[in-house]
């Protein structure tokens, strides 16, 4: 929210009192931070304050207190703030989040030159908000088994699935498909939500405009899952008309848990130790290629993915668009100014480190393999992005190393970011629609050099950031470019319909990413032209040429 939108939504909700901060006192000190206030929002409050001039950092300390404003546990430093953490480093807000929603604190702040402790503003006070739904409501009642335990335990594959019926029985504005199974059999499931209802079938859905959120690939990477479970049950009950304006003009798809099989077992990879995030193009495992099946038949314009980090130095919330060269400009551009010109500035806005993924020497991530779902989207014509939560405190939350804070606050910095990739969506609908019009169009026309690899320059976060590294250029080597490029490829009967050393048929795979192919039976062969909206992708699958191909077509030049 901006300025103006945050202080209606905190007049209707009867939360004045937490804006009476300490703006009118005066400070005895000109290093003492005044005009603090706190703003509720869900699973975090926004700390904001006048920027104290020489300030390197700041503290912000948080304390329980009782309905009284009674101490009632020791104070704590749950965060430190820095200028350059943001786009506007002269507005200091910070997301404080990691604490039991619903729960009531004193917070204080304090500036810090160097090493030198500034004394402490006056005290704010504040209850956050509560767990998101109405205890006496039904639906909006239910709750994850993550919400229960108060962040201790991770939903579990059975109490998903009890919650996930649960919703979709009680919501009109939700239904749940199974959109495949894992290796070990687990069902691979979809929220479909709109207003009043979903569009009623497939072919309904994909004429809808539709927003797809993938919350879990790497099985060891839950915060995303918790995440999506309660933005799930947000969207389904939510009344407020942000809400239906998005699901009036919006489809929601929400895949929670694509790899059943790694969360159960807390690992990266699938049951055989496949990392799925390096198999959205090869398709060899069930569950990538349930996925890439329902994004043929459900035809998203806008997605993100759901992913942790580990690096300490990294901002809370890493993000980077599709950088393969075969995306098309259009694409590249809406992905990347919705993270420049609308995440980061909503972010700092509201206490949210965003960053390009890679920043702060993140190393050899964020490159172009067309295996990662943020390329295969791009190459799909679908604006996008990842999310990268950074996996612990490090020194900017240094309270915790207390697990359920640490969990809380990836989940709920997680719910933010999709919601405001809702609102995004909403607002740049025409935008959007018009860049996947020139992405088709362009791949349609196969104009153009084809790279095997290689990215797109992403840019550093923004000044005054020195050193905060983006992801690494990856310019193509001479023998990763196809300069013309080729007209189409041949497959051999054998390829299209034999077992490859790597699992299915060419065949099966070519359809079901949605690629135009033509059999033709006086040769015995398929032709895959190049003139079509994945041309992209294409080589990338059929050329011996290239860093992972399915198989070695021929190649044929125009
Ligand atoms: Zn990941």
């Not at 209707?12 to 804006?19: F, H, T």
């Not at 239904?175 to 309904?204: D, K, S």
């Not at 860049?435 to 169009?441: L, T």
Request: aromatic share 8%; proline share 8%; charged share 20%.
């Amino acid at each position: 929210m901006t300025g103006r939108l945050r202080l209606v939504a905190v007049l209707a909700s009867g939360l004045l009192a937490s804006l009476v901060g300490t703006g009118t006192a005066l400070a005895q000190d000109a290093t003492q931070v005044i005009g603090v206030t706190v703003e509720h929002a869900d699973g975090f409050a926004s700390l904001s304050w006048d920027s104290v001039a020489g300030a390197t950092d700041y503290q912000i300390e948080r304390t329980p207190v009782n309905a009284d404003d009674e101490l009632t546990g020791p104070p704590v430093i749950v965060g430190l703030w820095r200028p350059n953490r943001t786009v506007t480093p002269d507005s200091p807000t910070f997301a404080d989040a990691g604490f039991n929603p619903g729960d009531r604190f004193r917070w204080r702040v304090r500036a810090r030159t160097g090493t030198t402790e500034h004394p402490f503003s006056d005290p704010v006070f504040g209850t956050t908000l509560p767990q998101w739904g109405d205890p006496d409501v039904p639906g909006e009642n239910l709750r994850t088994q993550w919400e229960q335990t108060q962040a201790v335990q991770y939903t579990s594959d059975v109490n998903e699935y009890a919650y996930t019926a649960a919703l979709d029985s009680a919501s009109d504005r939700v239904r749940v498909v199974e959109i495949g199974r894992t290796i070990q059999g687990r069902p691979i499931n979809m929220f479909i939500i709109g207003y009043p209802t979903p569009p009623r079938n497939v072919p309904a859905v994909a004429g809808s405009t539709v927003a797809l959120v993938n919350c879990n690939v790497h099985g060891n990477e839950p915060s995303s899952r918790e995440a999506c479970l309660i933005m799930a049950r947000e969207l389904a009950f939510a009344n407020d008309q942000r809400t239906l304006d998005i699901l009036s003009n919006t489809t929601v798809l929400i895949v929670p848990t694509i790899n059943g099989d790694g969360r159960a077992a807390n690992t990266r990879g699938n049951s055989t130790g496949q990392d799925l995030n390096r198999d959205y193009s090869l398709i060899r495992e069930p569950e990538t290629f349930a996925f890439v099946e329902m994004m043929r038949d459900y035809d998203p314009e806008a997605a993100f993915d759901g992913h942790e980090f580990g690096n300490n130095q990294a901002g809370d919330l890493p993000v980077l668009p599709p950088r393969h060269l075969n995306v098309a400009q259009s694409i590249f551009d809406q992905s990347k100014s919705m993270i420049e010109d609308f995440f980061y500035e909503r972010g700092s806005d509201d206490g949210w480190w965003y960053c390009p993924y890679g920043c702060q020497n993140g190393g050899e991530v964020g490159l172009s393999q067309e295996t990662i779902l943020r390329n295969t989207l791009g190459l799909k014509s679908v604006i996008g992005s990842l999310l990268e939560a950074r996996s612990a405190g490090g020194v900017t939350r240094p309270n915790e190393t207390n697990t359920p804070n640490n969990r809380r606050r990836k989940t709920y910095s997680a719910i933010y970011t999709y919601q405001q990739f809702l609102d995004y969506q909403l607002a740049n609908q025409q935008a959007i629609a018009q860049a996947i019009e020139e992405s088709i169009a362009f791949q349609t026309s196969n104009t153009g050099r084809i790279v095997f690899r290689g990215s797109y320059p992403i840019p550093a976060f923004p000044a005054p950031h020195p050193g905060e590294a983006p992801p690494p250029d990856e310019d193509p080597t001479p023998e990763q470019i196809l300069d013309p490029p080729p007209c189409g490829y041949v497959l051999t009967e054998q390829q299209w319909s034999e077992p490859q050393p790597d699992g299915r048929p060419v065949g099966d795979r070519m359809v079901a990413h949605g690629i135009r192919v033509a059999h033709r039976i006086g040769r015995q062969d398929y032709w895959v032209p190049m003139d079509q909206p994945q041309r992209g992708l294409i080589p990338l699958l059929l050329d011996g040429q290239a860093a992972e191909p399915i198989a070695a077509a021929q190649r044929i030049a125009c």
